[in-house]
């Protein structure tokens, strides 16, 4: 299944889903993706300062892979509704 994201509180809420799927705390998530589990905790609520390498290495430590293509009609408050 793929899922679509396009602002940092969406992304948050993909990888807290994506983390708590796979029975993992915040501090096992950070341990195995080389952050603290303070950093862990402001990706999931969405904060806007997260860096890129840091979000990549999130993914990477929850096996996904962030995809790349053309944006679609719907406005990203209508994907509000399936988080």
Same mark, same amino acid.
């Given at each position: ?15 807290r889903r994506t983390r708590k799927k796979r029975g993992l ?49 719907? =406005?990203?408050?209508?994907?509000? =509704?399936?988080?």
């Open positions: 299944m793929m899922d679509l994201a396009r602002t940092p509180s969406q992304i948050g809420n993909l990888i705390s915040q501090s096992q998530l950070g341990e195995r993706s080389g952050l603290r589990q303070e950093t862990i905790s402001l990706i999931e609520t969405g904060h806007s300062a997260a860096r890129l390498d840091t979000i990549l290495a999130v993914l990477a430590a929850l096996e996904l892979e962030m995809r790349i293509g053309p944006r679609t009609r719907g =406005a990203a408050e209508d994907l509000e =509704a399936i988080f």
